[in-house]
């Protein structure tokens, strides 16, 4: 099968947590904490899918992040490719069936995806304290938030592939 | 080219429901939260939108006689006609305000006849400009946004400085930067400067209030001053806002960066 069905509930549930995150962030907009949480959005597509859906599944949710976030069309697109790319050439190394690998991916995907996005779209204001504030508190507020959320959503996708009667364990290798 | 305008339009709008349905939903909570009210305190309520809608009345004839009186001043003095607007209010549905970004999202597009680069307004002053346009949604930058820049000047004041956003820390209220201040203003924490737009740029009516400056010093230049400028609170919490939408679209000239 060209693209696995696993991967349209993991876009799914992808566009359901940045539109749940956002939502957050709307709520608490009058307070000096935001959530950025893209991290776990990778994580899955890349351990469990084979190359094709692996590439589709996230490129469809990069471009979802892009145009919810106002960023130019592309940004979160690549940098979810790269990320992905990295995790999907060494995912022999991750347990996927279990959470704690998934975590620790997640944190460190949403920590280069945090700080990239702080290079290229703060590059003029990285000398400014106020920014530097915003951005350790976006980074702390959103790595505690993780804690939660990555394992809870994780779960909701190995679910959803039980309720739709899905392997729920990763695609068997080779890799390509 | 096209493609990116293709793929950045199709996902805007098939996320645009989601959003526009939830903005609903939130819409219907408050009518069923209003309708737990007694009828004493709708009583109240209905009291004082009278008291409120009067005064309003009062004020709406005072402004046809001010603006009848400009129109006469103008005819003599062979003056060129101002710009026109028409007032859209629409709903926030979004708000995101980040290090990176500060938007809004509105729940009134292309189908209300929104233009981009369009100024946004609330009772406090300016809120910012439309920068993207979709069908039923519209994206906002806020005056705060880091990326937002617009020509501005001092109450009573008429020469032109520049208004631009700064990253904001989150804490405490939000702030802009106002630079090309002549050497002779003076802002102190008791007297404030008011700084409010010009006609200058092209998009927003002159003297709509954009923040308050206590103080001012001297630019990298050393010809100019620049200082901090206090915004509205209230930016971070809005409800409702209004679209400034040209009447004379044709001699539009929006200052979009």
């Given amino acids: 099968m060209f693209l696995d069905p696993r991967a349209i509930i993991m876009f799914g549930a992808n566009a359901l947590l940045i539109f749940l995150v956002q939502l957050v962030n709307s709520g608490i907009s009058g307070w000096p904490v935001y959530l ?31 145009t919810t976030l106002g960023v130019p069309l592309g940004f979160f697109t690549t940098l979810f490719l790269v990320a992905g790319a990295i995790i999907f050439s060494m ?51 959103s790595h505690v938030a993780l804690l939660l959320v990555a394992p809870w959503f994780f779960n909701f996708e190995r679910q959803l592939f039980e309720i739709c009667h899905l392997q729920t364990e990763p695609e068997d290798l080779p890799l390509l | 080219m096209g493609v990116k305008v293709f793929l950045k339009a199709s996902f ?23 309708r737990m009210h007694s009828k004493r305190e709708l009583e109240i309520a209905g009291q004082e939108i009278a008291r409120a809608k009067s005064y309003y009345q009062f004020n709406a004839q005072r402004v046809d006689t001010l603006e009848a009186e400009v129109r006469r001043l103008e005819a003599i003095l062979d003056l060129p006609s101002r710009r026109e607007y028409r007032y859209e209010v629409a709903r926030v549905i979004r708000r995101d305000l980040s290090a990176w970004w500060q938007h809004l999202i509105l729940r009134k597009g292309r189908d209300y006849g929104i233009p981009e680069g369009a100024a946004v307004v609330f009772a406090g002053g300016v809120v910012g400009r439309v920068v993207e346009v979709n069908a039923f949604t519209s994206r906002v930058e806020l005056i705060s946004s880091p990326n937002f820049r617009m020509a501005a000047q001092f109450e009573g004041d008429p020469r032109p400085v520049v208004y631009e956003g700064l990253p904001q820390s989150g804490f405490g209220d939000p702030v802009g930067r106002v630079s090309d201040a002549a050497q002779d203003l003076v802002a102190t924490t008791q007297e404030p400067l008011q700084l409010v737009s010009t006609h200058l740029g092209g998009t927003f009516p002159a003297g709509l209030a ?30 409702e806002v209004a679209v400034l939408i040209p009447l004379n679209s044709q001699q539009s000239d929006n200052n979009v960066p």
Wanted: glycine share 8%; charged share 15%; aromatic share 12%.
């Fill in chain 1, 36 to 66: 950025f949480i893209l991290g776990p959005m990778v994580v899955l597509p890349a351990l469990y899918l084979r190359h094709q859906s692996y590439f589709i599944c996230t490129l469809c949710s990069g471009l979802w992040v892009d």
């Fill in chain 2, 12 to 34: 805007t709008e098939f996320q645009a429901p989601a959003l526009v349905a939830s903005s609903y939903l939130d819409d219907l909570e408050g009518f069923w939260a209003r």
């Fill in chain 1, 91 to 141: 995912r022999l190394r991750f347990r996927a069936e279990h959470n704690y690998h998934p975590i620790l991916l997640a944190h460190s995907v949403n920590l280069f995806l945090l700080i990239v996005l702080t290079m290229s779209a703060g590059g003029a204001y990285l000398g400014v304290m106020s920014f530097w504030i915003q951005v350790l508190t976006t980074l702390t507020c």
């Fill in chain 2, 210 to 239: 954009i923040g308050r400056v206590s103080w001012l010093e001297p630019g990298s230049s050393g010809i100019f001053q620049t200082g901090e400028v206090i915004l509205d609170r209230d930016l971070l919490s809005l409800h």
